[in-house]
């Protein structure tokens, strides 16, 4: 189960660091620049614990799928990015995918 968690840390990370490579303006602003890195170096810490036990196709699936579902929802909040029905459905298409690793998949850590 701790490496679920750790999976869980390392798509938060990778948000907040791809957010505040956002919010970094090119790297021109310190602390949203400090955050990206931190945000990646602390993402890519735990995804490397997560792949202790869970597989890497598995873990990457669902490190990318929800790090593209919850940075789009930040950019829709913090940024004013819109999100369009497409947007919306191909989100549900990902949610949809990482449901179906984590409960019919065999290959992955349950």
């Known amino acids: 189960m701790k490496y679920w968690l750790f999976l869980g840390i390392a798509i938060v990370a990778e948000v907040v660091g791809t957010s505040s490579l956002k919010a970094s303006e090119g790297f021109t602003r310190f602390w949203p620049s400090l955050l990206v890195v931190a945000g990646y170096a602390l993402a890519f810490y735990f995804l490397s614990l997560t792949l202790k036990a869970i597989p890497v196709g598995t873990a990457y699936a669902i490190w990318a799928g929800l790090g593209i ?3 789009s929802l930040v950019g829709w909040w ?29 290959v992955g850590v349950h």
């Open 78 to 106: 913090l940024f004013d990015q819109k999100l369009d029905a497409a947007t919306l459905l191909g989100m549900g298409l990902i949610i949809t995918g990482v449901i179906v690793i984590n409960v019919f998949s065999k």
């Open 69 to 71: 579902v919850l940075i």
